[in-house]
Nanobody, 118 residues
Framework: QVQLVESGGGLVQAGGSQRLSCVAS????????MGWYRQAPGLQRELVAD???????NYADAAKGRFTISRDNAKGTVYLQMNSLKPEDTAVYYC????????????WGQGTQVTVSS
């Protein structure tokens, strides 16, 4: 059974930093793209950043220069370091595991709330 478990959310002041972690069970996830998505109230879920099994990263424009995604395949963990946080970064952040082939399924974590106060 594959599970993604996020942690690290909470309340932070604008300009502050926060690091999210996602622990992924299941060795098959080492070949997956791992990513972070977020969903603010009333808005659609959107990609924040993702990273390939080989470490190639991709960022949404809103995350570029402020957020850093990384992964430790040995630990089965993906991280999202968020710096210079803004109130508009407030959202539920979801960990995502996307397979390299449509023969495998996509997985989602349960989400962790990040609230940035002004």
């Amino acid at each position: 059974q594959v599970q993604l478990v996020e942690s690290g959310g909470g309340l932070v002041q604008a300009g502050g930093s926060q690091r999210l972690s996602c622990v992924a069970s299941g060795s098959v996830l080492k070949i997956y793209f791992m990513g972070w998505y977020r969903q603010a109230p009333g808005l659609q879920r959107e990609l924040v950043a993702d990273i390939s099994s080989g470490g190639v990263t991709n960022y949404a424009d809103a995350a570029k220069g402020r957020f850093t995604i990384s992964r430790d395949n040995a630990k089965g963990t993906v991280y999202l370091q968020m710096n210079s946080l803004k109130p508009e970064d407030t959202a539920v952040y979801y960990c995502n595991a996307r397979p390299p082939t449509p023969l495998l399924r996509t997985y989602w974590g349960q989400g962790t709330q990040v609230t940035v106060s002004s």
